[in-house]
Structures are given as C-alpha cells and as structure tokens.
C-alpha cells in the first residue's frame, strides 16, 4: 500500500508498506508515477538486504537501506530481531519502504518532521538523521534490556538454581546480541559512507553546516552504541563460559561422590566374601568372628576415607 503524505518545506513523504513483499500494483505504480528503477525497488524489497548506500546517478535517486529493531515482541527465530528498511531520496520525495513490523518508522519521521527548526535545502538529509537517532535509542533499550536478562541468570547463578532453562536462555541472549551488534555494525558503515560523501561535496548530499555536525553526532552515537554492544557481547560469553564451568564442576563433584560410594561399598562385599569361603580363616571358629568382621570392614572404609581425604588437601 502506498500513502502520500505532505511535510514542511514542501516535502512528501511517500509510504510503501508492504504485509510482507512489495506487491505488482505498487511497484508498477512506483516505476511509472516516480520514477524509480526497478534495481532501486529490489534493494528495499529484499529482507535480506545488508545496510547499504546507493546513487542511481541516471535517476538521481539515493537509496539508503538501515537496519531497524523489529517491533514484533514474540520472535521465532533470533534472526528476525533486526530488519531492513529503505529510505530512498528523489528530488523532494521521501521514499520509506516497511513492512508490518517496522512500519513504527513512520511515526520517527513525522515526529522529526513536526520538532524540526531547520528550514534549510537539506532538510530531507535532517530527518532520515533524526530517525537514525531514534533508531539508535531503540538499540540502545534493546542492549540495556538483554543486560538486564543476563543480570538476573547471574543473580539465579550465584544462588546455585542452575537450569536447563537457564542454558537455553544464555544461548538466546548470545544469538540475539550476535544480530544486533551485526546491524549496528553494517548501520555504523552506512553513516561513514555518507559522511566521507559529504566531504567530497557531491551537489546531491551536500550538507548545512549545522546537518553535517548532526551526522557526525549521529556517528559517535552508533559507535558508542557498537562498542556497548560489543562490550555486551564479551560479558554474556563469559557468564556462558562461567556457567559451563559451574556445570563441569559440578559433573565432577557428583561423579567423585559416587566413585567415593563405589569405593565405600565395595569393602563389605570383599570383607563378607572372605568370610563366606569354605576354608579356615584367622578367627572365623570364634562365637565374635562376626564383630570382627564389621570392626575390620569399620577400620578399611575409615582409612579409605582417610586416604582420600589426605589427597583431596594435598
């Protein structure tokens, strides 16, 4: 479905929201109504497609696809947290190309549109900063909530109520903080890109002074955001690596408590099994051999568990 909608400074934003795929009707309508190729429509079709930035130099249409959050909170694969959007810039159209589970971007723009003083040429080039940064606050709450899931494994960690559950759980905050540092890393490399274009001056994307500095804040933004995701990363490895040590340890711990019984209850059985042999043996004829018997029995587990008790300090 594709909606029209009139900005500030005469700018339309165009609203392509697709279920799931961009439909016939719409595309054809793109092509022959505003002039966007078919390549360009196929880069923000694709919902596999890294973040990208693309000039159809013929068409003087830039295209920028950027990874967003996914708005759906009950995921079936950990690879879905992220999606891509398309922002593709004509003339003074705004293209935003969605589906149902980013659809929110919208709303970044209009509000961008609505707080935004800056009346200059480049004021497309301003909004699309804007919803990167709202974009980027969405990354930063995601970060801080899967911080928050690993604290409280590590609160269940050191009370010793380990679970499979809790396994499952480390391995989920692992593949998610795996994707999402992924999107802010390709993210990261598109802003760069239009940056170092923007100091080449290209006439299509040179920048005010005031929307240049705002693209070198959104920069330092989105590294900081990479460096805490990265940073997020290294802590849940090592709470994985932590809790797999716990469980190793307490293999161990069990598998030395029952040698530990092996070795205990193997005594009476060797003990009795001499004892029930038909031969003569030292004290069997007497009325307390029997005493005798539990006493020795009594003595070699002692020692036994002396022994390994010596090792275990030593």
């Known amino acids: 479905m594709?909606?029209?909608?009139?900005?500030?400074?005469?700018?339309?934003?165009?609203?392509?929201?697709s279920v799931k795929d961009l439909n016939?009707?719409?595309?054809?309508?793109?092509?022959?109504?505003?002039?966007?190729?078919?390549?360009?429509?196929?880069?923000?079709?694709?919902?596999?497609?890294?973040?990208?930035?693309?000039?159809?130099?013929?068409?003087?249409?830039?295209?920028?696809?950027?990874?967003?959050?996914?708005?759906?909170?009950?995921?079936?694969?950990?690879?879905?947290?992220?999606?891509?959007?398309?922002?593709?810039?004509?003339?003074?159209?705004?293209?935003?190309?969605?589906?149902?589970?980013?659809?929110?971007?919208?709303?970044?723009?209009?509000?961008?549109?609505?707080?935004?003083?800056?009346s200059s040429d480049d004021r497309i080039w301003s909004l699309i900063f804007n919803v990167f940064d709202q974009m980027s606050n969405d990354y930063n709450d995601k970060i801080n909530e899967i911080n928050h899931d690993r604290n409280r494994i590590q609160e269940h960690i050191k009370r010793k109520r380990s679970s499979n559950a809790q396994i499952f759980e480390l391995s989920n905050l692992q593949d998610l903080i795996t994707y999402i540092s992924t999107s802010i890393n390709g993210n990261f490399n598109v802003v760069k890109q239009m940056e170092i274009i923007s100091n080449g001056k290209i006439h299509d994307i040179s920048l005010t002074k005031d929307s240049h500095e705002h693209l070198h804040d959104s920069i330092i933004e989105i590294e900081q955001i990479r460096e805490q995701a990265s940073l997020t990363a290294d802590i849940i490895d090592r709470v994985a690596n932590t809790y797999n040590n716990i469980l190793n340890n307490q293999t161990n711990t069990t598998m030395k408590i029952l040698t530990i019984y092996t070795i205990v209850l193997s005594i009476p059985t060797i003990v009795s099994g001499f004892y029930g042999m038909n031969m003569p043996l030292p004290v069997s004829d007497k009325k307390w051999s029997w005493v005798f018997s539990i006493i020795l029995t009594i003595f070699m587990i002692g020692l036994i568990l002396w022994d390994l008790n010596r090792r275990d300090h030593s």
Not at 2 to 17: A, F, G, P, R, Y
């Open 2 to 17: 594709i909606t029209q909608e009139k900005l500030n400074n005469d700018i339309s934003l165009i609203d392509v929201h």
């Open 24 to 118: 016939d009707e719409d595309r054809s309508n793109l092509i022959e109504n505003y002039q966007i190729t078919n390549e360009i429509l196929d880069y923000a079709d694709d919902t596999n497609e890294r973040a990208r930035l693309e000039y159809d130099e013929p068409n003087n249409v830039f295209l920028i696809v950027y990874n967003a959050q996914n708005e759906q909170n009950n995921l079936d694969e950990a690879s879905e947290i992220t999606l891509p959007i398309s922002f593709a810039v004509k003339g003074n159209n705004i293209f935003l190309f969605t589906n149902n589970q980013t659809h929110y971007v919208k709303d970044y723009i209009i509000k961008a549109d609505k707080n935004l003083n800056n």
